[in-house]
């Protein structure tokens, strides 16, 4: 049972002092899993994106451009704006003795301005000053203060990733009333290694991480936040081997097939198979066969070719009449290897089916009494298949396709849904070898380093974002020779209504250039919208896909031949890599197209530079892990792994390490964390959610 020191951590937000039900489900759509609550700890383990720095008290005269500054102003005149319905913004001239500046309110409250600036009165106003036809003004100052306000004004403050409706000041509210719930908690680390990395304790450093005091606190090699990501890399280290020493403890099972099936399956393929997918398959026939348990990692870049490996690892295991699961990160990749499989399955003799979080439960009991007596060969899913209760008849291989959309040690727990299982995972993240071999652990590894004939190496190039206008006069010529394209509008603002409304804009602007035959799909559609437009895109009755990034992993459409990307300086390299890997998959010559908008950083040239040089999933990931190695500020959603809430995996190798090392002399100490520390190590796994590890421990 969860340590009851910790309930105060799960308890729900909306139980928080200043959190009224509305409210509530606004902080459940920006921090909850689909369909859940948000808890404290969803909320303490939002960590701010920015942070405003209000120290600079200029003159109006002295005040940089573009920069948050607090200004001391006397109100100079009130200019309401004419006529009861103008759209015309309300503006407020203030002063110093220095000068002047315009305040300016779109679509304001009358009422507000005129009591906040009443005339001749003085007042703190903080904000960015900008230029506007040579005037200078402050747009929507973020604070009007008197001198009472003023006192309480924070000179620094947090800024968070939002959801349209909810307003800063809630969340920063909520999370000072978390702060102040934050029980004492037992230190877990080691003395020696909190010493040696000079790393504060777990609640200073999540004090310290949520009152960041200059954007250097905000750096993922800051003491608070390296600390948060060592307790969370400690806790996935320790489950990773808690769960491993259960799969690894009974023997495996050797599966011996006739070849009945994978002939078949190789028979009907379009293709042959490259020189690294037999190699691979070579690897895996031999674990299958041998008594051992596997636990095989497949590294292939995308477009490498990992599906039909693990078809055929599938049908071997069905050849000696075992069930195989496959688990995919999404439903759309769930649905496409269902339907790519299916055939192939089906008229090799295999029951194929698909179970995910979209079945209806009237189907779902059907299904779940189908899989455990036995009459279907082979699941394909997301992971509903390790949530609630299924039961297979005999399962034999568990494959986890994209691991790195998953908690790794979360996803093994497929493989403990039967006896000897044995576990094949597939990723396509470039995650550099020596990371990748951290990370899984122990596992044995096989590379998909041979791309199948016939790829096209796509065409690379970076565009300032004001040459769009070429970008659709570009794409107008190729699909009139019958291109397909992808358009990708990435998350610009941390706020996911905004976001999205971008991407609506893009694709409504497209419409009125290219017509009916642009579509639009994001992750806030209806999973049926989403499968209606992926399959109109398949099918080639829409050539433009205008997308949130929920294209990234996995879609195969070999006939899409352009990638345009905007905002391209966003996104971190791997996903870049991700994304135009989805285009160069057929005869089609491939371009992809670079959208940024200046000024870009250094980090951010580096980027661009590095994705135009080379499709070599490898080195990228190699130059990913340098780039952000200098600990470049990237927002919480480009960090590295997924399955991660607080450590980036390519920021934090030093830390990953020395999780390893210390998960590995804790078990070999106390294999039961039954010790003091032992104790504390158990409310370490339930703070980070690795309960199905501390299962494993009761259970012996
Ligand atoms: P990924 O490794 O990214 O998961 P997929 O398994 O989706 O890649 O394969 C990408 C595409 O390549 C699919 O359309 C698949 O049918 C095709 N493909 C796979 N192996 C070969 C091969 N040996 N020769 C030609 N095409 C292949
Ligand atoms: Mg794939």
């Not at 060969?377 to 568990?398: C, E, N, P, R």
């Not at 300086?569 to 994304?579: N, V, Y």
Request: hydrophobic content about 45%.
């Amino acid at each position: 049972m969860r340590p009851s020191l910790l309930d105060p951590l799960f308890g729900r937000v909306a139980a928080l002092p200043g959190v009224g039900p509305k409210t509530a489900k606004l902080f459940d759509r920006l921090l909850a899993k689909p369909g859940g609550e948000a808890r404290v700890l969803d909320l303490l383990f939002h960590l701010p994106s920015n942070v405003i720095d209000r120290s600079a008290r200029p003159t109006i005269a002295a005040a940089p451009l573009d920069t948050m500054v607090v200004l001391k102003v006397r109100v100079a005149e009130l200019r309401r704006p004419q006529g009861r319905y103008s759209k015309a913004p309300y503006r407020v001239l203030v002063e110093d003795e220095t000068g002047d500046v315009e305040l300016v309110f779109f679509l304001a409250n009358q009422d507000w301005i005129e009591r906040s600036l009443p005339l001749g009165a003085t007042r703190w106003i903080s904000g960015r000053i900008e230029l506007y036809d040579g005037r200078r003004q402050i747009v929507h100052p973020d604070r009007v203060l008197d001198e009472a306000g003023f006192a309480k004004l924070p000179v620094f403050e947090a800024v968070y990733g939002l959801t349209e409706g909810l307003q800063a000041r809630y969340v920063l509210r909520a999370t000072e009333e978390a702060l102040a719930r934050l029980p004492a908690l037992p230190e877990w680390q080691d003395a020696s290694v909190l010493a040696a990395n000079k790393l504060p304790p777990f609640v200073e450093a999540l004090r310290a991480a949520h009152r960041p005091e200059n954007a250097g606190a905000l750096s993922v090699q800051h003491p608070a936040r390296q600390r948060l990501a060592l307790d969370e890399l400690l806790a996935s280290q320790l489950a990773l081997r808690l769960i491993r020493a259960k799969l690894r403890r009974p023997a495996g099972r050797a599966h011996i097939g006739d070849g009945r099936f994978t002939r078949a399956i190789e028979a009907a393929l379009p293709f042959r198979l490259t020189g690294a997918q037999r190699r691979t398959l070579k690897d895996i026939d031999a674990d299958l066969a041998s008594d051992k348990r596997m636990l095989r990692l497949v590294q292939g870049d995308v477009g490498s070719g990992k599906t039909i490996v693990a078809a055929l690892a599938i049908a071997r295991v069905a050849e000696s009449g075992r069930q195989s699961a496959l688990m995919a990160p999404t439903e759309i990749l769930a649905r496409q290897h269902y339907e790519r499989l299916a055939p192939l399955f089906e008229g090799a003799g295999l029951r194929i089916a698909l179970l995910t979080g979209r079945v209806k439960p009237s189907e779902r009991a059907g299904l779940h009494a189908a899989i455990g007596a036995g009459e279907i060969d082979v699941v394909i899913g997301t992971h509903a298949l390790v949530q609630g209760d299924l039961a297979f008849h005999d399962l034999g291989l568990a494959v986890v396709d994209e691991q790195h959309r998953f908690g790794v040690e979360q996803r093994l727990a497929l493989g403990a849904k039967g006896d000897g299982v044995d576990v094949l995972v597939m990723t396509a993240t470039p995650i550099p070898r020596t990371l990748a071999l951290t990370a899984f652990g122990d596992m044995d590894c096989s590379a998909l380093d041979e791309k199948p004939p016939g790829r096209t190496s796509v065409s690379t190039r970076a565009l300032p974002a004001d040459r769009i206008g070429e970008v659709v006069g570009g794409l107008q010529r190729a699909l009139a020779q019958g291109a397909r394209a992808y358009w990708v509008c990435p998350l610009v603002e941390e706020n996911e209504e905004l976001d999205l409304a971008a991407a609506e804009a893009r694709h409504a602007d497209l419409v009125t250039y290219f017509g009916a035959s642009v579509g639009l799909v994001h992750g806030r559609m209806k999973g049926a919208e989403k499968d209606a437009v992926m399959e109109g895109f398949q099918r080639g009755e829409i050539k433009i896909l205008v997308a949130t990034t929920v294209i990234e992993v996995g879609v195969d459409v070999p006939e899409a031949t352009i990638m345009v990307i905007e905002h391209a300086e966003r996104f971190g390299l791997a996903q870049l890599h991700q994304l135009r890997g989805r285009v160069g998959r057929g005869k089609g010559e491939s371009s992809c197209l670079l959208l940024y908008k200046g000024p870009l950083s250094e980090a951010a040239k580096a980027r661009l530079t590095t994705i135009r040089q080379t499709e070599d999933g490898f080195r990228i990931a190699e130059e990913d892990l340098r780039l952000r190695g200098e600990g470049e500020i990237l927002g919480v959603r480009q960090a590295g792994l997924p399955g991660f809430r607080l450590a980036d995996l390519s920021a934090h190798a030093r830390l990953l390490a020395i999780a390893r090392d210390d998960a590995e002399l804790i078990l070999r100490r106390d294999p039961d964390l039954v010790s003091e520390r032992g104790a504390a190590l158990r409310a370490l796994l339930y703070l980070f959610e690795r309960d199905e590890a501390v299962r494993l421990l009761r259970a012996g």
